[in-house]
């Protein structure tokens, strides 16, 4: 569980610091993670699987996350020239950060696991469950890398599945290359200046030329710079205003000849995180490019993108609480004051309660939605429809309870935690861009509730869901079920009301939260009770009870509780040793 106990105590002892998380194997330290892989992957995978995560969580915790420390503190830097003056754009990169590159696209092979296959000698590609199991380790070392290889993976998924059987021949293999000198990362070049959310009103203008393209207008916010492959938006001359008039295209970053295409990088952003890679502003200058699918359904091709990035950015915000987890226990656990340990003290446990359980449900959460993209793909129409609300679901809300957990983590440690020398104050940094990436709190609650719910009825996919996972749910107490059956009508309920009217906008953002404490507390207790069965701990039921308690039942603020069942909870999560399914009813039973 937690490896460094003794070491930590006998630093915490000698009235040093107590330690970070350096050394820590990320995946050693969470059974939870090795639990839901057995829940959702066949056991032939999750074995040819976990020795590579357990080397990618040792990686994470050691050489990983001082070359992420070193390539966030040494930002990418922009020339304009060579040294003998000629006009040579390129962009130079600290060698911590190549080494990242080289373990992600290379070693894992994290940005191709589920087109190509052969990564790490498995016959397949992975599903998208066992691609995210990779995503969350890599990303608790490093999160600014984590945008270059989903885009890369996004170019790849959208070249495959809309591109001409030329396009994929000339470029579809460099996008999913392992070997680092054949590789051609991917960029996705969206955000114009006259809007971010609202993408019909770009002025890119896309003019024909024969076979190809040539592209006018700028790009705002373009992360990946430098990428080779970018995947972009524009709107043919004479195409009509608003989303259906724009067009996708594939624009590289050299031609045939070996030439620079004809767009140039301004400058790069000076950003509050991700500072170790390269988001830049770029000017099409007749740039050449190809169009991808039919020019009249980019913006909807676009779209398929985005939904696989919002997947990707919750399974990232939930690594960063996760790692600020493991940081927040490493102090909690070592560092002695006033003659005990901080994990002894009442305010010290509720708030690392308040850490446990946002990242747990996130945890949760994430894997549902993988689930969900898995089956999707694998032609089923349910799970088309309930990957429709549970893809902003997460997005809206993991990424909103990062911050709040980096902080809470940040605080645990106390004034050094502010000091960039440790993890902490980047990750807080790198987690106000899970809310911002990939649309909006605003605009994925309004994904959720407006367009999910109001215009293609995915409320009743997710009613579904979560009622059959109770039902499944057989060795867990009845009254708990039917208390989960009936928060989960009335989430569902609340939501159609919701988006059934135009003026009740201001109340998605409390509708999208309520849906997703509800279904987080179902897949908690469907969890609980398969890990049961698999190894006779029931402790993730508590947290399902800790979601109702804290998340959806309003608490009266001038009455005083003994916490008895607070502390109960506590003492089992934050202990080691398995919790029988007696123990944890007779602490469901209250609620």
Same mark, same amino acid.
């Given at each position: ?46 074995? $040819? ?13 050691? $050489? ?111 996008? =999913? ?38 592209? =006018? ?5 373009? @992360? ?49 995180? =991700? ?104 032609? @089923? ?50 987690? $106000?861009?899970? @809310? ?30 979560? $009622? ?44 999208? @939260? ?78």
């Amino acid at each position: 569980m937690h490896q460094r106990t003794r070491q930590e105590q006998a630093i915490a002892n000698s009235g040093l610091l107590a330690p970070d998380t350096s050394g820590m194997n990320f995946y050693r330290a969470d059974p939870a993670l090795a639990d839901l892989l057995r829940i959702h992957l066949p056991d032939p995978l999750f074995r $040819h699987i976990e020795p590579h995560l357990d080397r990618l969580g040792a990686l994470a915790g050691g $050489h990983l996350d001082e070359c992420a420390r070193l390539a966030d503190r040494h930002v990418p830097v922009l020339h304009q020239r060579d040294r003998f003056g000629r006009d040579a754009q390129w962009i130079e990169y600290h060698p911590a950060y190549r080494e990242l590159e080289r373990a992600a696209f290379g070693e894992f092979g994290i940005h191709a696991m589920s087109l190509r296959k052969g990564i790490m000698g498995w016959p397949q590609p992975y599903p998208v469950v066992a691609k995210h199991a990779f995503t969350f380790l890599f990303n608790q070392a490093e999160f600014g890398l984590g945008c270059p290889i989903n885009v890369t993976d996004g170019c790849a998924k959208l070249l495959a599945k809309f591109g001409s059987t030329d396009l994929q021949a000339k470029y579809l293999d460099g996008l =999913t290359q392992t070997d680092m000198s054949k590789l051609t990362q991917g960029g996705q070049f969206m955000t114009e200046k006259e809007g971010g959310s609202d993408v019909g009103t770009l002025t890119t203008t896309a003019v024909q030329e024969g076979d190809h393209w040539r592209l =006018t207008g700028e790009k705002w916010f373009c @992360s990946n710079a430098d990428a080779e492959i970018v995947m972009l938006l524009a709107r043919p001359e004479g195409a009509p205003g608003g989303t259906r008039g724009v067009g996708l295209f594939l624009m590289p970053r050299r031609l045939d000849d070996g030439s620079p295409n004809h767009y140039r990088i301004v400058r790069l952003k000076d950003k509050l995180g =991700t500072r170790s890679m390269a988001s830049g502003e770029i000017k099409l200058e007749g740039a050449i490019a190809y169009a991808v699918g039919n020019l009249d359904r980019g913006f909807v091709q676009m779209a398929e993108m985005v939904n696989s990035s919002r997947l990707s950015n919750g399974v990232k915000s939930t690594a960063l609480m996760r790692r600020a987890h493991h940081d927040a226990l490493t102090v909690a656990r070592s560092r002695v004051v006033f003659g005990r340990r901080i994990i002894d003290l009442p305010l010290a446990r509720r708030q690392l309660m308040k850490i446990m359980l946002a990242t747990e449900q996130a945890l949760s959460m994430s894997f549902v939605t993988a689930d969900a993209l898995d089956r999707a793909e694998a032609g @089923s129409q349910d799970a088309a429809a309930l990957l429709r609300i549970l893809t902003p679901t997460l997005k809206f809300r993991a990424t909103r309870d990062a911050r709040k957990v980096c902080g809470d983590a940040l605080e645990m440690r106390g004034g050094i935690g502010y000091i960039e020398e440790f993890a902490t104050a980047r990750l807080l940094r790198d987690a $106000h861009l899970g @809310s911002i990436w990939e649309g909006t709190g605003n605009i994925v609650a309004i994904d959720a509730l407006q367009r999910a719910v109001g215009r293609h009825g995915a409320d009743a996919a997710l009613a579904a869901d979560l $009622h059959s996972r109770l039902d499944e749910s057989a060795d867990i107490p009845q009254p708990w079920r039917n208390r989960l059956h009936d928060l989960t009508d009335r989430a569902i309920g609340f939501a159609r009301e919701v988006a059934g009217r135009i003026d009740n906008e201001v109340e998605v953002r409390r509708a999208t @939260s309520l849906l997703y404490h509800v279904a987080s507390a179902v897949a908690l207790t469907w969890e609980g009770g398969r890990i049961y069965q698999m190894r006779g701990d029931a402790r993730r039921l508590l947290l399902s009870r800790l979601v109702i308690d804290h998340r959806l039942q309003g608490a009266d603020p001038f009455r005083l509780t003994d916490g008895a069942a607070e502390r109960a909870i506590a003492d089992h999560l934050l202990g080691e040793r398995p919790v029988g399914m007696a123990e944890v009813g007779e602490l469901l039973a209250p609620a």
